[in-house]
């Protein structure tokens, strides 16, 4: 089966400094896709970042950077100088490449300190 | 801004009665999925459609059914309604069915049930 797991229900970090948020997932599938989604008090569901399991080199997105571990099936969000705009819920989430289900992680609760 | 509409933003009702919940996706997205978030838990997948047909289901109950409508709005009918099924349910979009992007999410229909 396929799933999700984010092992780390909360985690806090001092404002400017750096977090890591971890994710791993159970396939048999070689071809697919990591998401991580951030999920801010407005409950809105917003793209962080996005790997496709073919590439080797690590997506980064400004501030935002993954640790892709394809044999390990290790996905984990690196978030550089925290700001407190970054508190919310993290989802990690995997999708199969030609497929339309999009299975997502339990969430990580980040909480950003003053 | 997702370009993805939910209404209503809130709900309240009572054990076995039905509701609907209606998302319009984003301009040109032909794709709609349907999630369920209960409280402190990862989004689980409903149902998919594409261009107004079912494409993918998931873990929906045989009391929940969609539709997908000529002007791609979509409709979630929830039926018989279990103190369970109180949950945040979230609507999403994407441009076509194979793509490697990303779902846009609308702000959620917060469902509770008493």
């Known amino acids: 089966a396929q799933t999700v797991t984010q092992s780390q229900p909360e985690m806090s970090v001092q404002e400017a400094e750096t977090v890591t948020l971890s994710c791993t997932y159970d396939t048999s599938e070689s071809d697919y896709y990591l998401f991580w989604y951030k999920q801010p008090p407005s409950r809105q569901m917003i793209l962080v970042i996005r790997q496709e399991a073919y590439k080797q080199q690590n997506a980064t997105e400004n501030r935002f950077s993954v640790n892709f571990q394809k044999a390990a099936k290790s996905f984990s969000l690196k978030i550089s100088d925290s700001q407190l705009g970054d508190a919310a819920m993290y989802f990690c989430a995997y999708r199969v490449s030609g497929t339309y289900k999009y299975i997502f992680g339990t969430g990580t609760r980040l909480k950003v300190l003053a | 801004d997702s370009g993805v509409t939910q209404t209503p933003k809130h709900l309240i009702t009572a054990t076995g009665q039905r509701v609907t919940l209606r998302c319009s996706p984003r301009?040109?997205?032909?794709?709609v999925y349907w999630y369920q978030q209960s409280l402190d838990q990862g989004l689980q997948f409903l149902i998919q459609y594409y261009n107004g047909e079912e494409r993918a289901k998931g873990n929906i109950l045989e009391r929940f059914s969609a539709q997908q409508f000529p002007d791609l709005h979509s409709e979630l009918n929830l039926s018989s309604l279990e103190l369970g099924d109180s949950a945040l349910y979230f609507c999403a979009s994407s441009v076509d069915r194979s793509n490697t992007g990303e779902l846009f999410f609308g702000e959620g229909s917060r469902l509770t049930v008493l």
């Open positions: 301009s040109g997205d032909l794709s």
